[in-house]
């Protein structure tokens, strides 16, 4: 038996899991006391064909669909809601059944927590996109931002983030009613090594493009400015939103506020790769900005980034140069270069 702390990650196999045990086989949640970590999702086998070097010591996989009749939560000190899929492409072609599932996973986790795991310290992974669009002229999007029911757009979008609006309420709703510990974090963009380079993803298809070789291609012919958070900085922030966690539910922008337009974004990966970059004529239309401010998490709770763009940017090329198996997508063809890593 262990005295160690546990976390459970609900979602466990995507992006945000994967990053999760990476940085636990690293020892980067020894601070927190964890030595056991639990990855629920829909299909753990994945995870454990494709990356079973993620599954070591400490590690137990779980088939869970969060959203079933069924679910049974397990004890943890620590829960890391993150269970949607963050694929665009599931979005655009049943933007209702996606935002079934968002609202299912909040309702029925809601319904299990208090019996399965009433101690544990919960942060539930939302996302900027609940702001709506951001307006040209405002820099960084603050906490209390006024929500524009998603305005300006597109439908599939727009269902998404009023879906994680909806799902925010749900956790809050549950800390007031049980006093439970919960807190919500409006995740932005992110860089790391387990980002999809085959989805909608901007800076993971200009990685693809670097590592086949070919020019970094951005379609975008307007301004378009994002920001990019490392993957280890995302796991320590969300942790330390989970130690904040109150029955008042506070909520937290997680990401980088250093905003970087696409093509300068493109520019560094094409010359860390030795390869040009592709660029379409600019238009004269409105800069689409997303970029969080992330004073609230300074202030309250002293959480800075560890690594800036262009060290993220080196981290993670190392990790994709020294892990065969990280790179099993490079291979794959961008779908939309113009997108980023965001529903917005």
């Known amino acids: 038996m262990t005295n160690g702390r546990s976390l459970a990650v609900i979602g466990g196999t995507g992006f945000f899991g994967k ?11 020894a601070p927190w006391g964890i030595e056991r970590v639990v990855a629920l999702s829909r299909r753990p086998e994945k995870l454990a064909h494709d ?5 070591g010591e400490g590690v137990e996989l779980v088939a869970l669909d969060i959203a079933a009749e069924n679910a049974v939560l397990p004890r943890a000190d620590y829960v890391i809601h993150a269970a949607n899929t963050t694929d665009a492409r599931a979005y655009a ?9 968002i609202l299912a996973a909040a309702d029925r986790f809601v319904a299990r927590a208090a019996t399965d795991c009433p101690a544990a310290q919960i942060v539930y992974t939302s996302s900027g996109a609940v702001y709506g669009q951001q307006p040209a002229d405002v820099v960084a999007l603050e906490e209390d931002a006024p929500f524009t029911g998603a305005a300006g757009m597109v439908e599939y979008k727009r269902d998404y983030a009023e879906a994680k609006r909806s799902a925010e309420e749900t956790i809050a709703a549950y800390g007031r009613s049980h006093g439970a510990r919960v807190a ?3 995740c932005f963009a992110f860089i790391g090594a ?5 989805q909608h993803f901007a800076v993971g298809n200009f990685l693809a493009d670097g590592i086949a070789g070919r020019p970094v291609g951005v379609n975008a012919r307007h301004p378009v400015i994002r ?5 280890d900085d995302l796991v320590r922030w969300l942790l ?3 130690d904040a966690a109150t029955a008042d539910c506070p909520i937290y922008n997680v990401g980088s506020d250093q905003g970087v337009d696409m093509a300068d974004l493109a520019a560094r990966i094409a010359a860390r790769y030795d390869v040009p970059i592709d660029l379409q004529p600019r238009t004269d239309a409105p800069v689409d900005r997303y970029v969080p401010s992330i004073k609230r998490a300074a202030d309250d709770l002293g959480l800075v980034l560890d690594l800036d763009l262009d060290q993220a940017l080196d981290a993670t090329i190392a990790q994709l140069s020294g892990n065969a198996l990280v790179r099993a997508n490079d291979s794959a063809t961008s779908h939309d270069r113009s997108a980023a890593t965001s529903f917005r």
């Open 51 to 55: 990356h079973p070097d993620l599954i």
């Open 240 to 242: 330390t939103i989970a």
């Open 194 to 198: 387990y980002l999809p380079r085959d």
């Open 227 to 231: 920001s990019y958070m490392h993957a």
């Open 19 to 29: 990053s999760v045990l990476d940085a636990f086989r690293r020892g980067l949640l």
């Open 93 to 101: 072609t049943d933007p209702a059944r996606e935002r079934a599932a």
């Open 184 to 186: 919500v974090a409006r």
